[in-house]
């Protein structure tokens, strides 16, 4: 009975000293030291590379200057379409964006590739009226067009009617919606143009 005594006595004085005992840095943050966490399995914080994506897709060949860009439009089969581009534009561009969305993840969905999905310069139309008295013009509204095109390959043609009648009844109001093949035009629309540049490369030539 003693002895128990004893040990109890002591017990309690070590963790009532422990109590009042003023910790270090490393025992208040043992995160902060790198002695506290062995093995550690990340170098610096825990977020570092979240949202880094370049790493899972394979490594392509480096591409030289003087390559070109090439135009890829896939010929029709008995049973496909080749290249279609799905296009969409609008006055609102939230609504053309989120459309667009639709018609992409549609697609996924559905099994259908999607070769590219991208948009086309904005285009601005000027809305002129004339003064009751005179023939002089004003411009009365600026009208600015915001287009986006889903580019679709090999799309099946067992397939394409019941795409499009889905497409189409989510298409919201004031949304224009347009199905063609893709062409070379289609492509150099996608860039705008520098008519300084093409009046220098004129003098030029």
């Known amino acids: 009975a003693g ?6 006595k002591n017990s309690f004085r070590l963790c009532f000293c422990s109590l ?10 043992p995160c902060w030291c ?11 914080m825990p977020t570092h590379g979240i ?4 790493h899972l897709l394979p490594k392509a060949a480096p591409k030289k200057k003087n390559d ?7 010929a029709a089969t008995e049973t496909a379409y080749g290249t279609l581009n799905v296009m969409v534009s609008g006055y609102d561009m939230t609504l053309v964006e989120h459309y667009s969305q639709y018609i992409h993840n549609l697609c996924n969905r559905l099994g259908i590739k999607v070769a590219e999905s991208y948009a086309l310069p904005t285009k601005s139309t000027e809305v002129m009226l004339m003064q009751e008295q005179g023939t002089k013009m004003y411009v009365d509204a600026i009208l600015k067009t915001h287009e986006r095109v889903v580019q679709l390959s090999s ?6 009617p019941v795409f499009l009648d889905v497409v189409l009844k989510n298409q919201p109001e004031g949304v224009k919606l347009a199905v063609k093949e893709h062409t070379e035009a289609d492509y150099q629309a996608r860039f705008k143009g520098r008519p300084e540049l093409e009046g220098l490369l004129a003098q030029m030539n």
């Open 155 to 160: 799309l099946d043609a067992a397939l394409c």
């Open 3 to 8: 002895k128990m005594c004893i040990w109890k």
């Open 34 to 44: 790198t002695g506290a966490v062995p093995g550690r399995g990340y170098k610096g």
């Open 51 to 54: 949202g880094k994506w370049r």
């Open 68 to 74: 070109k860009l090439q135009v890829k439009i896939l």
């Open 20 to 29: 009042f005992k003023k910790k270090t840095a490393d025992e208040q943050n």
